[in-house]
């Protein structure tokens, strides 16, 4: 774990289109949030009440409440590439999802001002999408516990 004063953000690469992208680094709150959520409270309970009160929780857990939110929602929406509208979490959790949604993303983009610059798509061959094809008709065996 690096410095929490460090890079927010990770740069790497879309596992479809394979262009430059980044999301940033923190899925939930860190030690760093957490002490500004408390800094903050006691300096609102001071300014509201004048003295610490206990209502100073009630400050901390809103606060924590809300940077979690805003934490988790920013580095969701970073995860799903500008280029080609692939998203990671969508894919593991329904592929089929996942290309409906850079199909729609990649037509979106055809028809728009946004195809400024060429994506690298990934390039099936003809022995591979035969060999798709074959695993698509066979019937799938159910496991049973």
């Known amino acids: 774990m690096g410095s929490p004063f460090g890079s927010r953000k990770i740069n790497n690469y879309c596992a479809f289109c394979r262009s430059p992208h980044w999301h940033y680094r923190h899925r939930n709150l860190g030690v760093l ?34 940077s979690e939110i805003f934490t988790q929602v920013r580095w969701r929406l ?40 060429p994506l690298k798509l990934p390039v099936l061959s003809s022995h591979r999408a035969q060999a798709l094809q074959k695993t698509e008709n066979q019937p799938r065996l159910s496991k049973q516990i």
């Open 78 to 117: 970073a995860l799903a590439c500008r280029q080609c509208g692939f998203d990671p979490v969508i894919y593991k959790k329904n592929p089929a999802d996942a290309v409906k949604i850079v199909k729609a993303h990649l037509d979106r983009r055809q028809h728009s001002s946004m195809a400024l610059r």
């Open 33 to 66: 949030h957490i002490g500004i959520s408390l800094i903050s409270s006691v300096l609102i309970s001071l300014y509201a009440f004048g003295e610490l009160d206990t209502r100073l929780t009630l400050f901390f857990v809103v606060g924590l409440f809300i």
